[in-house]
């Protein structure tokens, strides 16, 4: 079945320590976006990517990086420059040349602090 | 202001009822927007895109108003399945950049 992977689903971060989260899709988009939602909030975008070897800072892109390079991946670091790291993290992906296409949710991984 | 305000609810419905909440957002430039479905501590799911007036879809209703810049979505019928919370989203910019809402809840009873 086609669709977006985030792995893992539960991640546990210590203090000055990067981590990285997983995002895989076999849906063909080109486009891949990086959002953060915490308690009672929207979601927030981090990152975006529309094309394999770029990616764009988002709304909230301190403290955090992304690779691209290869379409169907778009990993997450959280670095240790980001003071509050414990959300929900969304990966997403779109056809965007399609200006009317939504995006399509992979099942997110919550990072806390230990 | 917040580009995209919702009430955040909850919208207390019996089963079998009908409930309807709005979404205003400041850009009136704005055409496209979804509606997406986000169950306690899961993914948003896409509920149904609007892009002109408005759309319908089963049970659900969704309506645009460009002149006071909101948009609508009715249930009618509720289920106790439909207790979720619901994502106004605008579609910002042609690379398909989005702008979420804080989301309404609803909570259907039996």
């Known amino acids: 079945d086609g669709g977006i992977t985030q792995s893992p689903k539960y991640l546990f971060r210590k203090e000055g320590q990067n981590v990285t989260l997983s995002c895989e899709q076999n849906?063909?988009?080109?486009?891949m976006y990086w959002y953060r939602q915490d308690p009672g909030q929207g979601l927030r975008l981090i990152y975006y990517?529309?094309?394999?070897?770029?990616?764009q800072k988002g709304d909230i892109a301190e403290g955090y990086s992304v690779s691209r390079e290869k379409k169907e991946s778009f990993p997450l670091t959280v670095t240790s420059a980001q003071k509050n790291p414990t959300a929900f993290y969304l990966c997403?992906?779109?056809?965007?040349?399609?200006?009317?296409?939504?995006?399509?949710f992979g099942d997110g991984t919550r990072l806390s602090i230990l | 202001r917040k580009e995209v305000e919702q009430d955040p609810g909850p919208f207390n419905v019996p089963e079998g009822a009908t409930v309807a909440f709005n979404c205003t957002y400041s850009?009136?430039?704005?055409?496209?927007f979804f509606w997406y479905r986000q169950d306690c501590r899961k993914e948003p799911k896409l509920l149904m895109s609007?892009?002109?007036s408005g759309n319908e879809d089963g049970r659900f209703t969704a309506q645009l108003n460009r002149a006071s810049q909101y948009i609508s979505l009715l249930i009618r019928d509720s289920k106790l399945s439909d207790s979720a919370t619901y994502l106004c989203?605008?579609?910002?910019?042609?690379?398909?950049?989005?702008?979420f809402g804080a989301g309404t809840q609803v909570v259907v009873t039996p």
């Open positions: 997403a992906s779109s056809t965007p040349g399609y200006s009317n296409q939504p995006q399509h």
């Open positions: 849906l063909n988009h080109d486009a």
């Open positions: 990517s529309q094309i394999v070897n770029d990616f």
């Open positions: 850009n009136s430039a704005s055409q496209s």
């Open positions: 609007v892009y002109s």
């Open positions: 989203v605008e579609l910002k910019g042609s690379w398909g950049k989005l702008q």
